[in-house]
């Protein structure tokens, strides 16, 4: 089991950019599969972004590609995501989540261990 803590959102206005982290803890986190997640209010968690343990394969989310970046830095045992042209429709709590040496998936039930979350809203 690994610890993940989030960090990094806050209020931005429409087409602004931000980055969020999540800081990990924990033994082999090099071999976690790292995911990015957000609930909007009011409705159900869905998948943002994965980086692949083994790989560094990024999967995103259609309607996310190309305005949000995810990376990691084992060194620093850190995933990061990166976004950029931020719209209202993005204002969720983020949510980064691990998954021990596998490869992904983009349902809450692939992964195993969950951060507190973090609030990102967007205003027009």
């Known amino acids: 089991q690994v610890q993940l803590v989030e960090s990094g959102g806050g209020l931005v206005q429409a087409g602004d950019s931000l980055r969020l982290s999540c800081a990990g803890s924990?033994?082999?986190?090099?071999?976690?599969?790292l995911a990015w997640f957000r609930q909007p209010p009011g409705i159900q968690r869905t998948f943002v972004a994965s980086i692949h343990w083994r790989n560094d394969t990024a999967v995103y989310a259609d309607s996310l590609k190309g305005r949000f970046t995810i990376s990691r830095d084992n060194a620093k045992r850190m995933v990061f995501l990166q976004m950029d042209n931020l719209q209202p429709e993005d204002t969720a709590v983020y949510y980064c989540?691990?998954?021990?040496?596998?490869?992904?998936?983009?349902?809450?039930?692939?992964?195993?261990?969950w951060g507190q979350g973090t609030q990102v809203t967007v205003s027009s």
């Open positions: 924990g033994w082999f986190f090099n071999r976690y599969t």
């Open positions: 989540a691990a998954q021990l040496s596998g490869d992904g998936g983009m349902g809450t039930e692939d992964y195993a261990d």
